[in-house]
């Protein structure tokens, strides 16, 4: 498998509002290396969740071409790469209310091994998350046979990253993950994120949480549809962008 865990091409993003036409996203280009922390700012509505969809194959771009692991996403791929190689943490609550906390973990572990099994060339330099492990530093032991209506919004949003993690992907993708968590959860959960990146997950997560940038091995910003390096630090080198001087 290759150290490029995704590579944006020329990538446009468009949307029609009645007689007019949006423009995203413009002529963006971005790679993403095997096991790094990558954290996403910029105001609302400037398009950092949708760069996260397209990222994750959900969406597609109207121009450009997005690499997975170095298979490029086309029609006939896309749901099959975002199956093996992608999980979400979405802003919206995605667990299922009849099922308890444990019965949506399994659920999600089945799926990865049914995905396993029909596509195991993918998987050959994929390690098992511990899963056990996660559940303890995500705070869920006690909360394992309980319904998702019974769970505080924090609760449930380290439930929806709990899922994420049994689905075992080598990319993560977290749309502001520190929603609904108090301050002692923050950190913990930023903690066990940094973690799956050192183990080699590579994450990249949109949030305006200051907090994450401690955190993250590279920072960059949405701002007139492209990324702008804010930071990135690349073993002993650290290089910065002044914000007071970016165009």
Known sequence: ?????????????????????????????????????????????????????????????????????????????????????????FQETVLLEALTIRENIDLMRCLWKKNKRRNSCFYENVNEIDLEDAIDSLGMRDYLETLPGKLSGGQKRRAMILMAVAKNSPILLLDE?????????????LDFIRRLAN????????????????????????????????????GKNLITIDKNNRH
């Open 199 to 234: 183990c080699g997950t590579t994450v990249v997560m949109v949030s305006h949480d200051k907090r994450a940038e401690g955190y993250c091995d590279e920072i960059y910003e949405v701002t007139n549809g492209r990324l702008r390096l804010i930071r990135k630090e690349n």
């Open 1 to 89: 498998m290759t150290d490029k865990a995704i590579t944006l091409k020329c990538i446009s993003k468009k949307f029609s509002l009645g007689d007019q036409v949006k423009s995203v996203l413009q002529d963006l280009d971005f790679v993403i290396d095997k096991g790094r922390f990558i954290l996403i700012t910029g105001e609302s509505g400037v398009g950092k969740s949708t760069l996260l969809n397209i990222m994750g194959l959900l969406s597609k771009p109207s121009d450009g071409e997005v690499t997975i692991f170095g298979n490029v996403s086309v029609n006939d791929n896309s749901d099959l790469l975002r199956k093996v190689f992608v999980s979400f943490v």
């Open 177 to 189: 993950p520190t929603n609904d968590l108090d301050s002692k959860w923050v950190d913990r959960v």
